[in-house]
């Protein structure tokens, strides 16, 4: 079907302009080939695509445990194009993980216990897509005229 292929076609137009697509559909090519990278992923009145160091999406970066580090594809992902950086090692990481942790726990602790106003406490339960429920707990508060929520803590239910 002929008709199928338009918002495919909407979309190239978006990324690479419309002399790029009838271009392409007339089956010609690029007039002054241009072999650098940024020529290949440039898209019609854009920046040039940048590589960024962040995890791609968040279920990503929840997944992710500190020995991460030691797997050769995000090493290289990481050091790309920056030969000087060094990745501490999973013990490293999750040594300092574990120190922010102690230390945020600290201040939170110490705010809540305190706080001269009013805590607002919540649960909240789910069902996750693998049909695993869970249950959280979260407190609300004022501080300085600014909302704040914090994760007290979240718990898998048992199954019945």
């Given at each position: 079907d002929?008709?199928?292929?338009?918002?495919?076609?909407?979309?190239?137009?978006?990324?690479?302009?419309?002399?790029?697509?009838?271009?392409a559909i007339a089956g010609q090519g690029p007039k002054n080939p241009d072999?650098?990278?940024?020529?290949?992923?440039?898209?019609?009145?854009q920046k040039p695509v940048t590589v960024t160091h962040r995890a791609h999406t968040d279920a990503e970066a929840r997944t992710r445990p500190p020995n991460i580090v030691n797997d050769h594809g995000f090493r290289t992902l990481m050091t790309a194009g920056r030969p000087n950086l060094h990745l501490p090692s999973a013990r490293t990481v999750s040594r300092d993980i574990q120190a922010s942790f102690k230390k945020c726990k600290a201040t939170i602790d110490n705010l809540l216990q305190n706080h001269p106003g009013q805590l607002s406490f919540a649960t909240d339960a789910w069902t996750s897509p693998n049909h695993r429920a869970f249950v959280a707990w979260t407190v609300h508060l004022h501080h300085e005229g600014t909302p704040l929520c914090f994760l007290l803590d979240i718990i898998e239910v048992p199954e019945v």
């Open positions: 002929a008709g199928s292929t338009s918002n495919l076609r909407k979309h190239a137009i978006l990324c690479f302009g419309k002399h790029t697509v009838d271009s072999g650098s990278i940024f020529a290949a992923f440039a898209r019609a009145g």
